[in-house]
């Protein structure tokens, strides 16, 4: 019976299907424009032709200036630029912190990791499901702030303590002479650290699920593998061996599998 389902594609922020007229464009370009932009022969004067043509046409569909349209060869690369470009332009400014969700691409991710190990300050934020942290979670307490800083700032209370009550993470901040810029920091700080605490969970989930690791060198390995004068393949764990060294190459590790299975419950694991 044949399929007449029809597949509805909405993943374009992941990767979209190549327009039929740009796919066009670029069969032109490769089968005859193959050589390098930046040279100085006619073939690729031909190349460079292609490639300011295209700018122009980008540049105009987005109400931009050419010089303001650069191509990169993925889109990580183009992040990565993105990313660090602008955060070196506001460090010149002496402005070094860079706020985030904590649920981006690994080119963002890292990028955000390189940054702070530079000297930039991060702040990675955990939305809920609508995008905010729930006002009910958090208790808020005003007191006034110590030290010097002025009558205004030691006569109102003006500092501000967030409690966040399901994990017990208390923030407070008395830097700024307003209230409402105290609390400010104090969110940004509360979603800092909500972040770190996740993702010290997640990783001890991770760690959890990998288990013990060992380190990659001689003495360490789980299995040995003997192709010749004879075959053999040998969990230096359980003991479990076979000659067939063929099967365990295609995928065959049931009698692996189960070994380890088998001394994980009983604890008899083979003698070093």
């Excluded at 594609?9 to 007229?21: G, S, V």
């Excluded at 300011?52 to 992040?79: H, L, M, P, W, Y």
């Excluded at 993105?82 to 955060?87: F, L, Q």
């Excluded at 109102?156 to 307003?178: D, F």
Aim: charged content about 20%; overall charge neutral.
């Amino acid at each position: 019976m044949e399929n007449t389902e029809k597949v509805v594609y909405l993943d374009n922020a992941a990767t979209t299907a190549c327009a039929p007229e740009a796919l066009a464009v670029m069969v032109e370009a490769l089968s005859g424009a193959c050589g390098n932009p930046s040279s100085h022969y006619s073939v690729g004067y031909e190349a460079k032709e292609f490639v300011d043509k295209g700018r122009a046409q980008v540049a105009k569909a987005i109400n931009a200036s050419t010089s303001e349209i650069f191509f990169t060869g993925c889109g990580s690369e183009a992040d990565n630029w993105a990313v660090k470009g602008t955060a070196f332009t506001k460090a010149r400014q002496n402005k070094k912190h860079l706020i985030t969700s904590a649920f981006e691409h690994h080119a963002i991710m890292h990028s955000m990791a390189a940054l702070e190990r530079l000297g930039f300050e991060v702040t990675y934020i955990k939305p809920t499901t609508e995008g905010y942290i729930r006002p009910e979670d958090v208790e808020m307490q005003v007191f006034r702030s110590s030290g010097a800083g002025g009558q205004h700032i030691n006569k109102t209370s003006s500092a501000v303590r967030l409690i966040h009550k399901p994990t017990g993470i208390v923030v407070s901040c008395q830097t700024e002479r307003s209230q409402f810029q105290n609390r400010d920091t104090c969110m940004r700080m509360l979603r800092s650290k909500l972040v770190e605490l996740q993702m010290q969970a997640h990783a001890e989930k991770i760690s959890d699920i990998k288990g013990v690791q060992l380190k990659i060198e001689w003495g360490s390995q789980i299995r040995s593998y003997v192709f010749m004068p004879y075959q053999l393949v040998k969990d230096n764990r359980t003991g479990y061996e076979t000659s067939n060294i063929n099967a365990v190459m295609d995928g065959e590790l049931d009698g692996f599998i189960n070994a380890y299975l088998k001394a994980e419950a009983t604890g008899n694991w083979a003698e070093k």
